[in-house]
Every structure is written in structure tokens, then in C-alpha cells.
């Protein structure tokens, strides 16, 4: 069965700290791995689209690489407005379903 | 501005009672989908749309339909609404099947 999985479910950081957020997928034959980023009471923002294993993208503070099981979303030196659900997806060439994780809820204190 | 809008954004209703929530987006994208959003169960995929007059299920269909007869809208129907389906709801769009922008919601609520 097709699977996302995200870690943590929450993370709090201070504010310069560092961190890394997990998602790990078991979907067969891979279109495409997507990162969102949510604020509460609205819709999710789209971040980043990745195809291949080895693949990276970044935006300002965040950059996504992706290997052939996980996906990492990398936050250098955060600030709190980073502060917000982020959203891994996956997508089965078969098909045009969307699989959401759970989501990793970050809090970023000053 | 590009974006994705829906009406209504908040409705309560009863048991039964048909309702079509609209979504519509300025983009000229051709994908379009409709989310639902539960809390301890994420974001589950209802109904997508590849372009005009042609969608297909996504995880949770049961319970809802769907129509794209021009490529700007794509609502969501509810024949028959039952409590199961009070959830908040997100239209999304986009190009070559990514979900690029999302709509603010329509929270839901049946009794």
C-alpha cells in the first residue's frame, strides 16, 4: 500500500537553530515528491516539486533533496515566521493520486 | 492576482440536503483536484481533473461528485450529505498535475 510518512510530528527549534524534517515514502514508480508549507486556517503553499533521486531545490532558507525512499527538508538558521505545518506528498506514475503525510508541525521561538 | 477561490467558505447544513461547493481558478490551469482535510487523518485527495470533461477518484470519492465542463471551475457536489462528511475542504490547481495553489477552504459542517 502506498505510504507517506512524516517525522517529527512537531518540531520546536530557537530561532538560528538548524534542523532537518523526514519523509519517507513506499509509493511504487514515483512521479513526483512535493513539499508544502501550511499556516493554520489556510490552504497549503507550495514549495518545492522533486523528480529523481539526487535531485535538490532550494528557497531562501529551506532546501529539499530527495533519495529513492526518503525525502528531506533542511531549515538553516530558521526565523519565526517559518513557522508553520510543512507537507510532504507523493505521487504514483500510475495514476494522478496525491498521498499526504501527516505533517511536521514547526515552531520556531525568538 | 492568481488564484484559486471557493465559495462558500463556511456552511452548515443538515442530513440530506444537496449542496455544490464552487471552486475556480484565474490561471488557465489545466489540473485542478479537491481535497479533504481531517484532523489525525492529513490531507486525503477526493476528485481529480487532468483538463475539461475528463476526471477521475482519488482516495475518498465516496460520497461525492464532481464535474469540469470548463477549465476555470470544478465543483463539488454533495448529493446527499451525511455528519461523516463535515471536513474543510481545498480546491487546488495547477500545471502537469502539481498542486500549485490551493484554495482558502470551505469548512463544512452536516448535522
Known amino acids: 500500500e502506498d505510504q507517506v510518512t512524516q517525522s517529527p510530528e512537531a518540531l520546536r527549534l530557537q530561532e538560528g537553530e538548524s534542523s532537518s524534517l523526514n519523509c519517507s515514502y513506499t509509493?511504487?514508480?514515483?512521479?513526483?515528491l512535493f513539499w508544502y508549507r501550511q499556516d493554520p486556517g489556510k490552504g497549503p503553499e507550495f514549495l518545492f516539486t522533486?523528480?529523481?533521486a539526487g535531485e535538490e531545490k532550494e528557497k531562501e532558507r529551506l532546501k529539499a533533496t530527495l533519495t529513492k525512499k526518503e525525502s528531506f527538508l533542511h531549515i538553516t538558521a530558521p526565523k519565526p515566521e517559518d513557522s508553520a505545518t510543512y507537507l510532504c506528498?507523493?505521487?504514483?506514475?500510475?495514476?494522478?493520486?496525491?498521498?499526504f503525510g501527516q505533517g511536521t508541525e514547526l515552531s520556531v521561538k525568538p | 492576482e492568481a488564484q484559486v477561490t471557493q465559495n462558500p467558505r463556511y456552511l452548515i447544513t443538515v442530513t440530506g440536503k444537496k449542496l455544490t461547493v464552487t471552486c475556480s481558478q484565474n490561471?488557465?490551469?489545466?489540473?485542478m483536484s479537491w481535497y479533504r482535510q481531517d484532523p489525525g487523518l492529513g490531507l486525503r485527495q477526493i476528485y481529480y481533473?487532468?483538463?475539461?470533461?475528463?476526471?477521475d477518484k482519488g482516495d475518498v470519492p465516496e460520497g461525492y461528485k464532481v464535474s469540469r465542463k470548463e477549465k476555470r471551475n470544478f465543483p463539488l457536489i454533495l448529493e446527499s450529505p451525511s455528519p461523516n462528511q463535515t471536513s474543510l475542504y481545498f480546491c487546488a490547481s495547477g500545471q502537469r498535475e502539481v498542486e500549485q495553489f490551493f484554495g482558502p477552504g470551505t469548512r463544512l459542517t452536516v448535522l
Open positions: 490561471m488557465n490551469h489545466e489540473y
Open positions: 481533473s487532468m483538463n475539461v470533461e475528463v476526471t
Open positions: 509509493v511504487s514508480g514515483l512521479r513526483g
Open positions: 522533486l523528480y529523481s
Open positions: 506528498a507523493a505521487r504514483r506514475i500510475a495514476g494522478g493520486k496525491l498521498i
